[in-house]
């Protein structure tokens, strides 16, 4: 045995095989997920100054 599978018995830890296209359709959720966190970030920076006073609190940011 190499080092690597000595140290999976020294742990416990178990491999589990995980299907592939479940694992892509996983990722590509998160990938969207974190797209759509950014693109609302730079909209919300965009909105002109007197704009901003209509939002609610809860999308303003202070700095």
Do not use: T, W
């Not at 990722?27 to 909209?43: G, P, R, S």
Request: positive net charge.
């Amino acid at each position: 045995m190499n080092q690597i599978q000595n140290k999976y018995h020294e742990y416990n830890v178990e491999v589990v095989r995980k299907d592939g296209l479940l694992l892509v359709r996983e990722l590509a959720v998160e990938v969207k997920n974190h797209m759509d966190f950014k693109m609302n970030a730079v909209m919300d920076a965009m909105i002109p100054p007197p704009n901003l006073a209509r939002l609610p609190l809860s999308k303003q940011c202070f700095i």
